[in-house]
């Protein structure tokens, strides 16, 4: 009889401990995402409210309550395209960090497979060095190297103190691409006769393009994003866009809209550019402490 | 051309990072070895060099604008560094299960640290704008007292503070999440089998075995914390007065607003061996645990 009755009950009290775990288990998940949702609104406000800003007229800009909804305009971005060059200062930015980025290439591309292939880690640890260094460290002798050289004010300088920050970064992804090649490729090439500089264009190079497309959409970001070292040595010729940004601020009173306008300009095309090689983002950042 | 060939194959070891290290060495080296050349010079950028010995160090140990770089940029990475690791880690940690929209959120997680600085700081200006700025407007929402922000002297650095945890904890989080994503789960099977708690398995289990990758965290984010220039430059160049000038951002102004060429060296060495000094010592502390 009392077996029965613990019988009967039995199945019914696990039925509503499994409801209530189910419940608990929703719960948890609804707060999970709750909490994720609040994470991710954080990170994008600031570029919410950029673009926003870049839509808003002036008045809307400086009213005390934050409008939310607006009758969006063009007019700051015609602004800033006109009023300041803004095309101008884009394709020196464009310049200088393609063409860091391709010397970054010619450089790094045969370091990168010598210190994955000899294992030169002496090399490794030196340009991590490198990267752990101040670049400001360097900037003081660069002004006056470059300014005894008539070089301030051109893409040289600029191309050479930029491949100190894309170069890096491409040696360092690479070093891991080159060391995924099969040894044994290389070997059988040189068994019909290639030479290494041979092998190395025609065998370890296509097999890393994928790599090497990566590396160089890296190099251009950081390129791009650079502000110190254009900051003292460009000038009215040469001058990159956040550096032509930040002048921007120093125009009296502040114009709201054109400073968004302008910062979703140069944000937008890093934007793009991470989303065709974000697993390598990481990778790069971290110097291959992580890898993507 | 065969010869030639043949000469690349021999002394490939050498030739093939030739280049590169030239570059370093014409470029970072050179420059750094230069400094110090440099720092014992007074020189004025378009006046004539003279030599002063070690003045220029004497002159920086007893300048209470370099004390107070030290003191910023101290206070800036102190404060910065561990809440990032904090939040990296809840970050890290919260996203480390199957979700919808995964890929998407990776994404979204990176572009912090990818947007350029000049308009992030650009953006967190305008929103710290004491009388204009949307943060005021969140605080009087909550019915708490406005804040000037970046233009009180007190509060300056704790400002730029979190526009350094916006723009860096992503990074930590990205870190720590791939290290995550290497925990064994047969640990937490086990550990919930002898019956432990959500709160001892992620202090058993979770944190010893990502150690490693907090310790390359902290590294990574205490480096770079210490050489933070771009943020802090457009926000505040340094004010008000001097209130968040670090190291770098017054060895910036040395030389190029003030144009003190040795000064500015001298200043850099120091920024140098603090940074290297730090990283040495974080480094120690990972071989020792």
């Known amino acids: ?292 | 051309m065969k010869r030639a060939a043949n000469f690349f194959d021999k002394y490939a070891y050498w030739l093939f990072p030739l280049p590169a290290i030239l570059a370093l060495l014409l470029l970072i080296v050179g420059p750094v070895l230069a400094n110090f050349v440099l720092s014992t010079y007074d020189w004025f950028i378009s006046g004539r060099p003279r030599f002063i010995g070690l003045e220029n160090y004497q002159n920086v140990l007893t300048d209470w604008r370099f004390w107070n770089g030290i003191k910023n940029t101290f206070y800036f990475t102190a404060l910065a560094v561990p809440l990032q690791l904090v939040f990296g880690l809840a970050v890290a940690v919260l996203f480390n299960r199957e979700f919808p929209g995964k890929g998407l959120v990776r994404t979204i997680i990176l572009l912090p640290m990818v947007a350029t600085p000049v308009a992030i700081a650009l953006i967190w200006a305008l929103m710290f704008n004491p009388s204009l700025g949307v943060l005021n407007y969140f605080l009087e929402s909550l019915s708490l007292p406005r804040s000037l922000w970046v233009a009180d002297a007190n509060l300056v650095i704790p400002s730029l503070v979190i526009v350094d945890i916006w723009e860096w904890t992503p990074m930590v989080a990205l870190i720590l999440l791939a290290a995550l994503q290497g925990v064994p789960i047969e640990y937490y099977e086990a550990a919930r089998i002898d019956g432990a708690s959500g709160w001892q398995s992620f202090w058993h289990i979770t944190l010893p075995s990502i150690r490693a990758a907090i310790v390359i965290a902290l590294i990574l984010r205490s480096i770079d914390a210490l050489k933070t220039f771009d943020i802090i430059y457009v926000i505040t160049q340094g004010g008000p007065g001097t209130a968040s000038e670090t190291l770098n951002v017054f060895a910036f102004r040395s030389g190029f607003e003030f144009f003190r060429a040795g000064y500015s060296a001298t200043l850099l060495i120091f920024l140098l061996f603090v940074v290297l000094g730090v990283a040495v010592l974080l480094n120690l502390t990972r071989r020792s645990t």
């Open chain 1, 1 to 292: 009889m009392k077996q029965q009755v613990v019988k009967a009950s039995a199945p019914l009290s696990t039925e509503q401990q499994r409801a209530q775990a189910l419940r608990a288990k929703r719960l948890k998940t609804l707060g999970i995402y709750l909490l994720m949702a609040i994470v991710l609104i954080i990170m994008l406000f600031p570029f919410y409210w950029m673009v926003l800003t870049s839509f808003r007229n002036q008045v809307d800009n400086t009213s005390p309550i934050p409008v939310w909804f607006f009758k969006p305009t063009l007019a700051n971005y015609q602004n800033v395209i006109a009023r300041n060059n803004f095309l101008e200062f884009t394709w020196n930015s464009l310049v200088v960090a393609t063409l860091a980025t391709g010397l970054g290439l010619v450089l790094g591309l045969p370091a990168a497979y010598s210190i994955a292939r000899f294992k030169q880690n002496g090399l490794a640890l030196a340009i991590l060095v490198a990267r752990l260094t101040p670049y400001i460290t360097y900037l003081v002798p660069w002004y006056i190297a470059f300014r005894a050289l008539k070089l301030i004010d051109t893409y040289v300088a600029l191309t050479l103190t930029h491949l100190i920050v894309g170069m890096p970064l491409i040696i360092w992804i690479m070093i891991s691409f080159f060391e995924e090649v099969p040894i044994e490729l290389e070997e059988a090439a040189f068994v019909d006769g290639a030479s290494r500089l041979g092998a190395f264009f025609q065998i370890i190079l296509p097999l890393s393009a994928p790599g090497i497309v990566a590396a160089s959409i890296l190099s251009f970001i950081f390129s791009w994003n650079q502000f110190l070292f254009s900051l003292v040595l460009s000038g009215p010729n040469t001058k990159t866009v956040p550096v032509a940004v930040f002048n921007f601020i120093s125009y009296g009173q502040i114009d709201f809209g054109g400073l968004g306008a302008a910062a979703v300009l140069i944000t937008l095309p890093v934007i793009l550019l991470t989303l065709a090689i974000q697993r390598y983002i990481v990778t790069g950042l971290t110097m291959g402490a992580v890898k993507g």
